[in-house]
């Protein structure tokens, strides 16, 4: 049978929702505000996957990662996600001898999965799993933007010149999901003793030497 993986993200979930977040609370009521069209649009890759299934017996589902890190990544000041954003406007403040200014207060919550990770996870999804239920790919742990934000100027050494710009907003406070359903599914696999997860500190320093090695080549 054919098999088609896309690929949801958590913020698409709802924003009035009980703590944690699972693969069934996906369109029990609308999106934060700040995500609303982005949202709704992914929703959609949920409901086209649901009636390829049920009008033309096709193996079609979603997967739902967290917040995605690693090398490789897109770098940009201006459109670069949490982590891959951080990193380059660590490394530029410190080239300029500026502050490394943090946008928000630092208290909203994330979980971050490493694209290494990931990778490994959606291949598993596309060869061993086989549920027609959407699945959330995510670790467990949860971490503020401040303690990510200090974890890479503490890399570059440079935690003393950090500052938090709280004029911006901080969006979302936390989005936190549950990866229970992954984790039996890995086990009744047969994968959980193979797979774990790689620690926020080892996927961090990973990707900031990636990022200094590559700096003149990669996306930013």
Same mark, same amino acid.
């Not at 009035?16 to 944690?20: H, T």
């Not at 994330?110 to 990931?118: P, V």
């Not at 570059?156 to 709280?166: A, E």
């Given at each position: 049978?054919r098999?088609?993986?896309?690929?949801?993200?958590?913020?698409?979930?709802?924003d009035?929702?009980?703590?944690?977040i699972?693969?069934?609370?996906?369109?029990?009521?609308?999106?934060?505000?700040?995500?609303?069209?982005?949202?709704?649009?992914? &929703?959609?890759?949920?409901?086209?996957?649901?009636? +390829? &299934? !049920?009008?033309?017996?096709?193996?079609?589902?979603?997967?739902?990662?967290?917040?995605? +890190?690693?090398?490789n990544?897109?770098?940009?000041?201006?459109?670069?996600?949490?982590?891959?954003?951080?990193i380059?406007?660590?490394?530029? $403040?410190?080239?300029?001898?500026?502050?490394?200014?943090?946008?928000?207060?630092?208290?909203?919550? &994330?979980?971050?999965?490493? $694209?290494? !990770?990931?990778?490994?996870?959606?291949?598993?999804?596309?060869?061993? +799993?086989?549920?027609?239920?959407?699945?959330?790919?995510?670790?467990?742990?949860?971490?503020?933007?401040?303690?990510?934000?200090?974890?890479?100027?503490?890399i570059?050494?440079?935690?003393?010149?950090?500052?938090?710009?709280?004029?911006?907003?901080?969006g979302?406070?936390?989005?936190?999901?549950?990866?229970?359903?992954?984790?039996?599914?890995?086990?009744? $696999?047969?994968?959980?003793d193979?797979?774990?997860?790689?620690?926020? !500190?080892?996927?961090?320093?990973?990707?900031?030497?990636w990022?200094?090695?590559?700096?003149?080549?990669? &996306?930013?």
């Open positions: 049978m098999k088609l993986i896309s690929c949801l993200s958590t913020c698409i979930f709802p009035k929702v009980k703590y944690p699972s693969e069934n609370d996906l369109h029990n009521g609308p999106p934060h505000d700040s995500n609303s069209g982005y949202a709704y649009a992914k &929703r959609l890759l949920d409901i086209h996957s649901k009636a +390829y &299934r !049920d009008e033309k017996n096709r193996n079609f589902i979603c997967i739902i990662p967290t917040n995605i +890190y690693g090398k990544d897109n770098f940009s000041l201006e459109d670069g996600h949490v982590i891959p954003a951080l380059h406007r660590c490394f530029a $403040s410190k080239e300029n001898g500026e502050p490394f200014s943090v946008k928000g207060t630092g208290k909203p919550l &994330r979980q971050f999965i490493y $694209s290494e !990770d990931l990778a490994k996870l959606i291949m598993w999804a596309l060869f061993i +799993y086989d549920e027609k239920k959407n699945i959330i790919l995510s670790p467990n742990t949860e971490i503020s933007i401040g303690e990510i934000a200090e974890k890479i100027a503490e570059f050494n440079y935690k003393d010149k950090m500052v938090f710009l709280t004029n911006y907003a901080d979302q406070y936390k989005k936190t999901v549950d990866n229970s359903y992954l984790l039996k599914k890995l086990d009744e $696999s047969k994968n959980g193979k797979f774990k997860f790689t620690s926020i !500190d080892k996927g961090l320093n990973e990707t900031i030497e990022f200094i090695k590559n700096y003149n080549y990669c &996306r930013k």
